[in-house]
């Protein structure tokens, strides 16, 4: 057991901190706001992909670092102290493991290298209207046409959707669930762009009758299902990585603007109650950070983490959701002030506790495997 | 970053537990069971002999101090374990109190204290409080004089727990008045219990459990008795307030108690038919309690870790004490709700249920430890201070 990070991890974290913190600022992400800009700063996707940070989780032969999730989940958390405008999560999590995992030779050699190079982007639709189990779509459906597919229905929330490559997304089949590799240019497939708090581009992405062809196809019946719950877990584990880099951010946000700003003539911080509240989140982003990574680590070991990733996605809700309340709080009018940069961290940490299901869903999930004698404790 | 056991560790779990699970005869849980888990009867001395005489004791200790030569992770796994076991461990004694002999005990203490405690022959209560101070403990008035050769030692102490079983009280005296700086002129004594001058008097408590009052009538004892430096006390006071905060919340007997809880709720039918562990608010609450255990675990876990690289944060020590201490008594609430009405019925009653009658009990002496151990609205000004680096307000 090593709670410490190795020197590799350290690197990694040290060099994506110095290039997020160099290059993503309050006055940076203020044009995004309200969608008067997109949400990407391509320049940092560059520069991310110079550092080889983009492939810090792929294969060397692809054009990567060759470290493991471990590694890619400090790249995660970094982004979430900065809330940084680029998809990590989306393209390197939910789309380029799996394709790494699952897929053929043929597959990663057309698709990884991109993605390490910054050249170009995948990610992933794993969310449809009322079900938030990418490993059993009820509103997508696939049939066999020749060795591919025509797939037809309807994702919510598909980030990046516009500018991805491929698309990474499960249907249901007779036989069972398919993963498929979608091209959003591909003839039958509408994006409509949907507006979220965050401000990051996501489509409602609806497909009609689109053809898939068989080198498009990650995973086929017997498989389909596997992949995705194991894309599943990975991007609930980066989910809660974010959400220990933005909760971090805002409850220190908090404690150096308690300490300086002054009522009754002392700064608030010293009062019990304001100080009492940053314990509080102190005890909780401790508790998130290390139940985010256990689940990490096993997962990184390959060992099974279903109950440890639900366990984290339960904290990350929760915790988002008592920091950012307890922070705009104890700020007073300023965490609400859009001048003053606590408020995008407020939305960040909300669309971290909603995705892949909030704390309630989680509960009842894991709930179900203490149920069945499937979540004693060791 | 590898936050599994190695799989020596893993090796050593199941070694205790298998070791535990027979130490715990039905006879030793009963009389443990009598005395309100805290331990003291004979079949309890017993087997804490046995244990120190096998080496469990000081696993995580130095070879040269007696020790299996480990580190404070292999310590921890040991406590939880024991811990899980049921047994009532003198984790004051051996977990907070002895490392801070070992640390910083005279050669008497070392040679003659340190060793039988990891023998399991010394036991050792701690004598801060008094009726007049509390959470302001540098204002205690237990004096200790120096006359000739040796100390006289006057006062009293309140909620001395177990003191009326062991061998010593670890005691903090003022040696020195210094009204502006009190915790400047107080120093700890070792002081035996066999003396004549002391004497201890019950306080029943809400949970069953006894706690003491204890008194200090003119007892002499000589230099040998002074742990540490003369006024010097403090920090010897807050490092073993360290080291306990870590034990008072160990998670070994929550898990053990869910996993009873779940078996229970898997098996019990209800009367319209199909399990009590079917029902949606049942899942719920056995669902908020293993996620908060796990992080009860990490949170320990990743203590020992830090003590076994020498950098145990107080910011952390603190966290993990509110944090469990307030877990524990939603455990014992949530825990209570499954098994309904019956966690209200005492072990004392005829038709009493093992289960519910243990979770009846634990849900009375589940606050003792928020306010215990350093009450937590100072742990919390701990966290903020030394965590957050937030101004504290002048006292």
Redesign the interface.
């Known amino acids: 057991m090593n709670f410490g990070f190795s020197e590799e991890q350290r690197d990694v974290q040290n060099l994506a901190r110095s290039i997020l913190s160099d290059l993503v600022s309050p006055e940076k992400l203020k044009p995004t706001d309200r969608y008067e800009n997109e949400r990407f700063d391509e320049e940092l996707w560059g520069k991310l992909a110079e550092a080889g940070l983009l492939g810090v989780a792929i294969d060397e032969a692809h054009g990567g670092m060759g470290f493991g999730f471990m590694e890619l989940s400090l790249l995660v958390e970094e982004a979430g102290r900065t809330i940084a405008p680029v998809p990590v999560i989306p393209a390197l999590v939910s789309a380029a493991l799996p394709l790494q995992k699952f897929g053929s030779d043929e597959q990663k050699a057309r698709l990884l290298p991109g993605v390490a190079s910054g050249k170009s982007l995948l990610t992933a639709a794993l969310m449809e209207e009322q079900n938030e189990n990418p490993a059993a779509p009820l509103l997508t459906k696939a049939s066999k046409q020749g060795e591919g597919y025509t797939v037809s229905g309807v994702k919510l929330c598909v980030p990046f959707a516009h500018r991805a490559e491929r698309i990474l997304l499960s249907a249901q089949t007779d036989q069972g669930v398919v993963a498929l590799l979608v091209d959003p240019k591909a003839s039958g497939v509408t994006l409509n762009a949907m507006k979220v708090t965050t401000y990051e581009p996501q489509f409602e992405l609806v497909l009609d009758k689109v053809a898939v062809a068989a080198e498009d196809v990650l995973a086929g019946p017997d498989k389909g299902a596997e992949v995705m719950q194991w894309l599943s877990e990975r991007t609930m584990a980066a989910l809660c990585a974010h959400q220990v880099g933005t909760t971090d951010v805002a409850m220190r946000m908090t404690a150096s603007y308690t300490a300086e700003r002054k009522q009754f003539g002392v700064p608030v911080a010293t009062f019990q109650a304001v100080g009492h509240r940053a314990a509080n989140c102190f005890i909780d982003v401790e508790c998130l950070r290390l139940n985010t990574y256990q689940a990490v680590s096993r997962l990184s070991g390959g060992l099974n983490a279903t109950n440890e990733v639900q366990i984290a996605k339960i904290w990350a809700g929760d915790v988002g959701h008592r920091v950012s309340y307890a922070s705009q709080h104890l700020h007073g009018g300023m965490g609400i002030d859009r001048d003053y940069p606590l408020w995008r961290y407020c939305t960040w940490m909300r669309h971290n506790e909603m995705m892949l299901g909030s704390s309630a869903k989680t509960l009842s999930d894991l709930g179900k495997r203490i149920a069945a004698g499937e979540a004693f404790c060791s | 970053?590898?936050?599994?056991?190695?799989p020596e560790?893993e090796a050593l779990r199941s070694e205790l537990r298998a070791y535990f699970d027979e130490l715990m005869t039905p006879e030793l849980a009963a009389e443990c069971d009598r005395d309100m888990g805290e331990g003291g009867g004979p079949l309890w001395r017993e087997a804490l002999l046995k244990m120190g005489k096998d080496g469990w004791i000081g696993v995580g200790w130095p070879k040269e101090l007696g020790g299996r030569g480990m580190s404070p992770?292999e310590q921890f796994i040991f406590v939880e374990e024991i811990m899980r076991a049921g047994y009532p461990f003198p984790f004051l004694t051996t977990e907070s109190v002895g490392p801070q002999l070992a640390e910083h005990g005279n050669e008497w203490q070392k040679k003659n204290i340190v060793p039988k405690i990891l023998t399991g022959e010394c036991l050792i209560a701690i004598g801060y409080s008094e009726p007049g101070a509390g959470t302001d403990l540098a204002r205690l008035k237990t004096t200790a004089v120096k006359d000739g050769d040796e100390w006289v030692i006057n006062g009293q102490k309140m909620w001395t727990s177990l003191a009326h079983f062991c061998d010593y009280v670890w005691l903090a005296c003022r040696t020195e008045e210094n009204e502006a700086k009190p915790h400047r002129g107080i120093s700890m004594f070792l002081v035996p219990t066999s003396d004549p001058g002391w004497s201890a008097t019950p306080v029943n408590t809400l949970g069953g459990v006894r706690t003491n009052a204890t008194y200090y009538d003119n007892i002499r004892v000589s230099d040998d008795a002074m742990v540490g430096e003369l006024n010097g006390g403090w920090k010897l006071i807050t490092g073993q307030l360290n080291r306990e905060r870590l034990s008072l919340v160990n998670c070994g007997p929550t898990?053990?108690l869910?996993?009873m809880v779940?078996k229970w709720?898997?098996q019990t039918d209800l009367p319209q038919g199909g399990k009590l562990?079917?029902q949606?608010w049942?899942?719920?609450n056995?669902?908020?309690v293993?996620?908060g255990?796990?992080?009860l675990?990490?949170?320990c876990?990743?203590q020992a870790?830090?003590m076994s690289?020498g950098a145990l944060e107080m910011?952390?020590a603190s966290?993990a004490k509110?944090?469990g201490s307030e877990f524990f008594i939603e455990v014992y609430r949530a825990l209570g709700e499954v098994i309904g009405q019956f966690s209200t019925v005492s072990r004392h009653s005829d038709n009493a249920q093992e289960l519910a009658a243990k979770i009846e009990r634990m849900y009375r002496t589940a606050s003792i430890i928020t306010f215990g151990g350093g009450t937590n609205?100072i742990?919390?000004?701990i966290?903020?201070?030394a965590?957050?680096?937030?101004?504290?307000?002048?006292r």
């Open positions: 970053m590898k936050v599994e056991f190695t560790q992770i898990q053990h869910f996993n779940v709720a898997q562990i079917d949606d049942v899942q719920m056995l669902a908020k293993r996620a255990v796990e992080a675990k990490l949170v876990y990743k870790w830090a690289e910011a952390d966290a509110v944090y609205e742990q919390r000004d966290i903020s201070a965590g957050l680096w937030m101004p504290r307000a002048a």
